[in-house]
């Protein structure tokens, strides 16, 4: 089985610079800590960072996130080629087996092609109704000159930007991650969403701060912490992960002059895209004929994340290979019983 040690893995990914943050042994090495198993698999030009996380009675459950990685004639254009999957399934086989895997989920780090359009499943893998990651995102370009991306920007959120440096807003990059988790735990009860626990964000920046790939910004007036956030960075793209807000001087917009705070640093670390991670999943007709109405799930961030001039796209997937179909019918019940759809 060509199961192989981090260090190769890492050898593996330096052909491929702008992998998947998810991908990524440093990410691996993070999950780790809160009760996931990693493993790496190289076949051939194609690889792939599994995590496998305990279920209960000896069972697990396999995760694929935002891979396999290989060259662009085999993965690219919303299309996995079938030899990808001719050479990987079985050595994915074998490792679920191995570790009791109920199933494995993979998401790829592909977009769609156009809405509407999904990718078909490849022979082997089934479509999942449950995702991990967010189905939808809107992607900025930071790619021109600074005016030229507030240019692309809706005008109110210009205008927010710089009205938020008018009344005294100031951000700054910021180690407290207590106060983050405090932020966010306020977010999360106001906005109804789960929290991670203190050491979950702790971890994560502590490990990828010092290598550049992370960075806490925190927005404050007259020294009253507003709102903060989590950005994250690999070769030549962002991600912001985790976001919180105060009650408290709300009418002076942080959360605006923070995202683009955060995009200024991404842009410096020598990012193109800044990914605004999670918007809700319907096509942009629907979006922004029904934004104004809906505040439930991912839509009271839309109104928000529409305005910094990014494009929407979906991600391909999700897709589920199963090993133990009546487990796999039993942990979809439960899933679907504990995380409602909100759409």
């Known amino acids: 089985m060509p199961l192989v040690p ?30 996931w ?26 995760y694929l996130p935002k891979g396999p990685v290989g060259p662009s004639s085999l993965i690219g254009d919303a299309i ?11 050595e994915l086989d074998t490792l679920c087996k191995r570790t009791r895997a109920v199933f494995l989920k993979v998401e790829p780090d592909l977009f769609e092609l156009s809405d509407g359009e999904k990718s078909p499943s490849p022979t082997g893998l089934i479509p999942s109704h449950h995702a991990i990651q967010p189905q939808r995102t809107l992607i900025v370009s930071l790619q021109g000159s600074e005016e030229e991306i507030l240019g692309r920007m809706k005008q109110k959120t210009r205008y927010n930007i710089r009205l938020s440096l008018k009344k005294g807003v100031i951000v700054r990059s910021s ?13 999360g009860q106001r906005d109804e969403f789960g929290v991670h626990s203190r050491n979950y964000y702790k971890q994560a920046y502590e490990l990828f701060s010092p290598r550049g790939e992370c960075e806490l ?45 955060a995009m200024r640093w991404a842009r410096k670390q020598g990012c193109l895209t800044y990914d605004l991670w999670g918007v809700p999943d319907f096509d942009l007709d629907t979006l922004e004929n029904s934004f104004l109405q809906r505040r439930d799930g991912l839509w009271g961030v839309y109104r928000f994340k529409r305005g910094f001039g990014g494009k929407l796209q979906r991600a391909v997937g999700p897709w589920d290979r199963v090993y133990q179909p009546f487990l796999y019918r039993l942990y ?12």
């Open 37 to 62: 198993r990693v493993y790496h698999i190289i076949v051939g030009q194609v690889g792939a960072q599994i995590l496998v996380r305990p279920l209960g009675f000896g069972f697990s459950w396999a």
């Open 217 to 261: 910004f925190l927005a404050e007036y007259e020294s009253q912490p507003l709102a903060a956030l989590m950005v994250f960075t690999h070769g030549k793209r962002a991600w912001y992960f985790y976001g919180a807000s105060a009650e408290q001087h709300r009418d002076r917009m942080p959360n605006y002059i923070l995202q683009w705070e």
């Open 175 to 187: 180690p407290d991650v207590n106060l983050f988790h405090t932020l966010m735990e306020v977010t």
């Open 332 to 343: 979809s019940w439960w899933i679907e019983r504990k995380s409602p759809n909100q759409g």
């Open 80 to 90: 996995i080629r079938d030899e990808v999957w001719d050479t990987l399934i079985p």
């Open 6 to 35: 981090v260090t190769e893995w890492k050898n593996f990914l330096s052909n491929y610079p702008d992998v998947h943050l998810l991908q990524t042994s440093s990410w691996g090495e993070f999950k780790t800590a809160f009760g």
